[in-house]
C-alpha cells in the first residue's frame, strides 16, 4: 500500500519539515504520495512534485482549505485514507492540531511525535519531555503518525518528477471561522530549520535586553530562540519557545544565554550537534549538556562574543 | 453554561524520571505526583469564565486510578463545584479516553469542554481534538486567550509563526497552553471545603465504551546521555573554540 504525507503549507510555500517527513515515509514503502489542501496553492504544489521520492501529489483546492482548519482537513483526510497503510504529518503545531481529530474520525490511535521507525508498525517516541524513549507497535490497520522533524534527514526539495491527481473536496465545517493571523516578521532565519541558534532566557532581564540576543544572532546568521521563562516574561514571543511544548530544534550549533536548562528546555534543544552556555549560575543545569560553557555575565560576554566574531571577519 | 474541565495525574513536572533497567517503563513509585500543568491552566480559565458570569457550574472529571482523586480534590479546592472520577487500574490511551470523555459529555451536556493541550508524561497532545472529533465540535487548541460572547467563543492559539484567531460557535472544545492564565494557588479553607465537595466514581467499564489498547508499549529505553563538556575563560577563547575546534562557525 502507498504512504501519505500530509504537508504543511501557507499556500504559498511548501514547509521544509514536510521534506522531513518524506523522508520517514520513504522508510515505510516507495510509493509515497503527498497531499497538498490548500486555496490558490499552485506554487505549492509545483514544490511538492519535485520533491524526490514522491510518485503522486494530491491537490485539493477548496476555500475552506485555506486556513489550514483542523476540521476540513481532517474531513479530507478521513476521506482518503482508505487508500492508504500509513498517513504521516510533522508534528509541528499544524500537524498536532489536524491529526489527532482525523485519527479519532478513523477510530485510529494516533502515535505521536515518531523519532524513528523500526518497522511498518513499530516506531519509536519520546516520553516524558524525551526522558525516556518508548518503542510501541500499533495493532490499527491504518497507522497514523506525526514525525519530528529533526529525527529525519531531509529528502531533496529537487530532482522528483510526482503527478498531479486534483482532488475534489467541498466540504466546509460551519461552526468555526478563521479571523486573523498574527505572524512574527523577523529577518532572521527560520528557527526549525537553522544551522546556528542564539536563545535566550530569564536571565535576560527584559525585552530591550532581548536586543542582545538577537545582534548576536545577526553577527552569525542566526535563528533566534527563547526559554518558556523569557517568552513568559514577554521578552520574546510564542513562536520563539524551544522546549517540550514550544519547538524542538538541533542546530549544528546552539548558544544558551541566560538559560537555566530546565528539563523542558533540554527536551526542545538537547540534540544539537554543539552546545554553548553562557550563565552567571556555575551550577545552573545547562552546563551539564554544554559541550562550552562560560561562566559570567551575559551582558559582559556577548558584547565581547560579538566584538569577536567581528574583529575575525 | 456549564463547563467541564478535564484533570490528569502525572510525574510532577520538576522531577527527574528514571527508565527501570529491565526496560517495562518508568519507576514512577515514590514519586511525587501533582496535577498536569497544562490542566491548571484548564481549570483556572474555567473558574475565571464562572466568576465573570459566563460559567453557572464547574465540573472536573480525570481518568485513572483511586488516586485521581487527589487531583480532583486539588481541583476542587481550587474552586471547581463538584467532580466525576472514571475509574480505570490500566493506562488508558487518549481514543479510549476521548470516548469516555464523549459520554460523560452526552450525560452532563456542557457547552464547553476545557482540556490541557498536552500530559506532560506521555506527551501525546491528541485527547482534545480526538474528542472534538467524535463529538464533531469545533476545536480551538493551543489557546492564549478565551473571550465569550453568547454563543460565540473568540479564541486566540499560539502557532508555530506566530498568533491565529478563530471564532468557534458552541458547544466547542479548548485545548490551553500555559499562557492562557496564572493558575490560582488553593488557600488552606478552599482544601478544607473541598473535602466536601462530591466526587462521583464511575466505573469505567459501566459506560460501555471499548477502551482496549491498540498501541502495544514494547520498551521503554533511556535515551543517550549527553557528557558535559568544557568551561572556557573568555569570549575569544569561546570563538576561537567554535571556529577552530567545533568548526560551527566561519
Not at chain 1, 498574527?182 to 536586543?211: C, H, Q
Not at chain 1, 520574546?236 to 530544534?249: E, L, M, R
Not at chain 2, 456549564?2 to 513509585?29: A, E, M, Q
Not at chain 2, 458570569?53 to 483511586?66: L, N, P, Q, R, Y
Request: hydrophobic residues 45%; aromatic residues 4%; proline residues 3%.
Amino acid at each position: 500500500m502507498s504512504i501519505l504525507v500530509i504537508a504543511e503549507h501557507d499556500n504559498s510555500h511548501l514547509n521544509a519539515n514536510t521534506l522531513n517527513t518524506v523522508q520517514a515515509a520513504t522508510q515505510l514503502g516507495d510509493d509515497v504520495h503527498i497531499l497538498i489542501a490548500g486555496h490558490q496553492a499552485a506554487d505549492v504544489v509545483d514544490a511538492a512534485k519535485a520533491v524526490n521520492g514522491v510518485s503522486k501529489v494530491l491537490h485539493a483546492e477548496h476555500a475552506s482549505l485555506a486556513d489550514g482548519l483542523a476540521e476540513n482537513i481532517a474531513w479530507l483526510v478521513k476521506s482518503l485514507a482508505g487508500d492508504y497503510s500509513h498517513l504521516l504529518t510533522s508534528a509541528s503545531n499544524f500537524g498536532k492540531n489536524f491529526m489527532p481529530r482525523a485519527a479519532a474520525l478513523l477510530d485510529v490511535m494516533q502515535i505521536s511525535d515518531i523519532t524513528a521507525v523500526i518497522s511498518g508498525d513499530t516506531f519509536v517516541r519520546p516520553i516524558y519531555a524525551g526522558n525516556a524513549l518508548q518503542t510501541v507497535q500499533s495493532a490499527d490497520s491504518i497507522k497514523l503518525i506525526t514525525v519530528r522533524s529533526t529525527s529525519f534527514d531531509a529528502v531533496a526539495s529537487a530532482g522528483g518528477a510526482a503527478e498531479v491527481l486534483s482532488l475534489t473536496f467541498d466540504q466546509a465545517y460551519e461552526r468555526i471561522e478563521f479571523v486573523s493571523r498574527d505572524v512574527t516578521i523577523s529577518e532572521r532565519p527560520d528557527l526549525t530549520t537553522a544551522k546556528t541558534i542564539t536563545s535566550g532566557g530569564r536571565g535576560v532581564g527584559s525585552k530591550e535586553d532581548f536586543a542582545l540576543i538577537e545582534q548576536l544572532a545577526e553577527q552569525l546568521n542566526a535563528a533566534v530562540g527563547a526559554s518558556r521563562a523569557a517568552v513568559d516574561a514577554g521578552y520574546a514571543p510564542n513562536d520563539y519557545q524551544v522546549g517540550q511544548t514550544g519547538k524542538v530544534v538541533a542546530p549544528d550549533l546552539y548558544i544558551a544565554i541566560g538559560i537555566s536548562g530546565a528539563i523542558q528546555h533540554l527536551a526542545g534543544m538537547k540534540e544539537s550537534k554543539v552546545i554553548v552556555a553562557i550563565n552567571k549560575d556555575e551550577e545552573a543545569p545547562i552546563f551539564g549538556v554544554a559541550d562550552y560553557g562560560i561562566v559570567g555575565d551575559l551582558f559582559e560576554v556577548v558584547p565581547q562574543m560579538i566584538e569577536a566574531l567581528q574583529a575575525t571577519d | 453554561m456549564k463547563v467541564l474541565v478535564t484533570v490528569k495525574r502525572v510525574v510532577d513536572y520538576n522531577v527527574r524520571i528514571r527508565v527501570k533497567s529491565d526496560g517495562s517503563g518508568v519507576d514512577i513509585d515514590n514519586v511525587k505526583m501533582s496535577m498536569n500543568p497544562f490542566d491548571e491552566n484548564s481549570v483556572e480559565e474555567a473558574l475565571r469564565m464562572r466568576e465573570a458570569g459566563v460559567a453557572s457550574e464547574v465540573i472536573v472529571v480525570s481518568v485513572g486510578d483511586a488516586k485521581s482523586q487527589e487531583t480532583l480534590r486539588t481541583a476542587l479546592a481550587m474552586g471547581a463545584d463538584r467532580a466525576i472520577h472514571l475509574n480505570s487500574a490500566d493506562t488508558l490511551e487518549p481514543l479510549a479516553i476521548a470516548k469516555l470523555l464523549a459520554k460523560i459529555v452526552e450525560q452532563e451536556d456542557p457547552q464547553v469542554v476545557i482540556l490541557g493541550k498536552q500530559a506532560i508524561d506521555d506527551d501525546s497532545n491528541q485527547t482534545g481534538q480526538m474528542l472534538a472529533a467524535l463529538l464533531n465540535w469545533p476545536q480551538g487548541t493551543f489557546a492564549s486567550k478565551a473571550e465569550f460572547d453568547g454563543d460565540t467563543l473568540t479564541l486566540r492559539r499560539e502557532t508555530d509563526a506566530g498568533l491565529e484567531t478563530l471564532k468557534l460557535s458552541l458547544p466547542a472544545i479548548i485545548t490551553t497552553d500555559l499562557r492562557l492564565n496564572e493558575p490560582r494557588y488553593p488557600k488552606l479553607p478552599d482544601i478544607m471545603k473541598a473535602k466536601r465537595k462530591p466526587i462521583d466514581s464511575i466505573e469505567v467499564d459501566s459506560l460501555g465504551v471499548d477502551t482496549s489498547a491498540r498501541l502495544t508499549v514494547l520498551k521503554v529505553d533511556e535515551p543517550p546521555v549527553r557528557e558535559a563538556g568544557i568551561k572556557v575563560a573568555d569570549a575569544a577563547e569561546l570563538v576561537d573554540k567554535l571556529r577552530n575546534e567545533a568548526k560551527v562557525i566561519k
